[in-house]
């Protein structure tokens, strides 16, 4: 099974629905035949890389709030993490384009490190005090920490090209898919959860999806197998 989770890093709801997902996954008893991938979604697409801000004094503009709501606001998100075992800082943070993340993040899924470094980006971004808006290296010290090779980051965040229709994909498929926000966790193209949900939501979307996958349909002649190969050689035709 399948499960493609569409997030953007800037997205702190979806560092705890990571957290809640992941919990569910790991008591799944199906969990090493379930594939999750990451799917890129940018909050703010638009944004130009360099044009960084702190986040209270955004969302106070943004919602039309007092920055001491804003401050309240992100006090109780950062509850909300903490109680998935998540440290979140609530003042000092900074946001900023997250393109060049989500272009390191379609290299890191070529070389099976992509969920390493999703987990360290959002850590990165919520957690600790160095920004990973304006600063490439700390980029690229990010990807090597996620097993990647330096001067393959390098190369991909110098060359604005590299990987970008691969996230454009990304975001065309979720507007597709009705996704309007984020996270978006998408089942074996069947089921969707949408937002941040209790780990019990995700338990019953993976038990749900893993109940009802249709059972393989064989189409053959009637009275017998055709001819195939196997483990033990082909079959020999008969006159």
Known sequence: MRVEIWSDIACPWCYVGKARFE?????????????????????????????????????????????AQARAAEDRLGESAAAEGLEYRTEGRDHGSTFDMHRLLHLAKEHGRQDELVGLLYR???????SVFDDDER???????????????????ADPAAYADDVRTDEREAAELGA???????????????G?????VFTQALTQAWGERSPLQLIQEPGGDAEACGPDGCAVPQN
Not at 180 to 194: A, C, E, I, M, N
């Open 124 to 130: 990165a971004n919520f957690a600790e005090e160095r």
């Open 196 to 200: 941040a949900q209790p780990a019990e």
């Open 23 to 67: 919990k569910a996954l790991d008591a799944f008893p199906h969990r090493d035949e379930v594939e999750v991938v990451h799917r890129s979604f940018e909050l703010d697409p638009g944004r130009a890389k360099g044009d960084t801000g702190l986040v209270l004094p955004m969302l106070a503009k943004k919602y039309g709030m007092s920055e």
């Open 139 to 157: 980029l690229v010290e990010l990807a090597v920490a996620a097993g990647l090779d330096a001067d393959a980051a390098r190369k991909v965040l």
């Open 180 to 194: 309007t926000g984020v996270p978006f966790f998408v089942l074996d193209r069947k089921y969707g959860v949408s």
